[in-house]
């Protein structure tokens, strides 16, 4: 009997081997071979759905050095504003950037923004960390870290001593940044995710000025992470 189980569970084990074998060489298969014709990949902004926080009604808003402690400007002080909106760079229909302005930037001057996301394509597709355009850079961002963008074209990541020392008139930084949303989750065709960060214009912006940048979202097929 003892013998006999023996025979059994060697060949059950010689079974999956065998099945275990086919599945990886399979799978392999479809990660390193991507087939155009079985659907489209498209991720783009959705047409109408930026949200900025700050709409130049009660009073502009304020935070801390390193986008903390928001607060609504007690003398209901409105000076600066934001505006937003989505372009097609590449011309194939989607609307892959978002572009911001700072209008009549000063100092501790905050908002939140955001817009929506939708998958155009007919295949799922993972959400890849957004690309921030600022003059002639351009710059993949980590999802919850502060980034500054400086007068000379830079983007940097500050250390937290570099965000508690207060910059002064006449410092290289005059933008903080901070992305919130979304990278490597699954996003399907028809979905729409929200995606948002943190603005706030800091001490050494010049004064009277307009800024301007850009943000994009990418996405791979969902079967091509390793």
Same mark, same amino acid.
């Given at each position: 009997?003892?013998?006999r189980?023996l $025979? !059994?569970?060697?060949?059950?084990?010689?079974?999956l081997? /065998?099945?275990g %074998?086919?599945?990886?060489?399979? @799978?392999a298969?479809?990660?390193?071979?991507?087939?155009?014709?079985?659907?489209?990949?498209k991720?783009?902004?959705?047409?109408g759905s930026?949200?900025v926080?700050?709409?130049?009604?009660f009073?502009?808003?304020?935070?801390?050095?390193?986008?903390?402690?928001v607060f609504?400007?007690?003398?209901?002080?409105?000076?600066?504003?934001?505006?937003?909106?989505?372009v097609?760079t590449?011309?194939?229909? $989607? !609307?892959?950037?978002?572009?911001?302005?700072v209008?009549? /930037?000063?100092? %501790?001057?905050?908002?939140e923004? @955001?817009g929506q996301?939708?998958?155009?394509?007919?295949?799922?597709?993972?959400i890849?960390k957004?690309?921030?355009?600022?003059m002639?850079?351009?710059?993949v961002?980590?999802?919850?870290?502060?980034?500054?963008?400086?007068?000379?074209?830079q983007?940097i990541?500050?250390t937290?001593?570099?965000i508690?020392?207060?910059?002064?008139?006449g410092?290289?930084?005059?933008l903080e940044l901070?992305?919130?949303d979304?990278a490597?989750?699954?996003?399907h065709?028809?979905?729409?995710f929200?995606e948002?960060f943190?603005l706030?214009?800091?001490?050494?912006?010049?004064?009277?000025t307009?800024?301007?940048?850009g943000i994009?979202?990418?996405?791979?097929?969902?079967?091509?992470?390793r």
């Amino acid at each position: 009997m003892r013998k006999r189980f023996l $025979v !059994l569970c060697l060949a059950a084990a010689i079974s999956l081997s /065998a099945v275990g %074998f086919g599945f990886a060489k399979w @799978s392999a298969s479809v990660g390193a071979t991507v087939n155009p014709n079985t659907g489209s990949l498209k991720i783009g902004w959705i047409s109408g759905s930026h949200f900025v926080m700050d709409s130049d009604a009660f009073g502009d808003f304020h935070a801390l050095q390193g986008l903390t402690g928001v607060f609504r400007d007690p003398e209901g002080k409105e000076v600066a504003s934001t505006t937003t909106g989505f372009v097609d760079t590449n011309g194939d229909g $989607v !609307l892959d950037r978002f572009n911001v302005t700072v209008n009549n /930037a000063y100092p %501790f001057y905050y908002n939140e923004i @955001s817009g929506q996301i939708t998958n155009t394509g007919t295949i799922p597709a993972i959400i890849q960390k957004p690309k921030l355009y600022w003059m002639s850079t351009e710059k993949v961002i980590e999802d919850g870290f502060v980034y500054w963008l400086g007068k000379d074209g830079q983007i940097i990541q500050p250390t937290a001593a570099q965000i508690a020392t207060p910059l002064q008139v006449g410092d290289n930084w005059v933008l903080e940044l901070c992305w919130m949303d979304n990278a490597d989750r699954q996003l399907h065709p028809g979905v729409r995710f929200e995606e948002s960060f943190d603005l706030q214009v800091l001490q050494a912006a010049d004064q009277s000025t307009t800024y301007n940048f850009g943000i994009s979202v990418e996405g791979i097929q969902w079967n091509e992470i390793r």
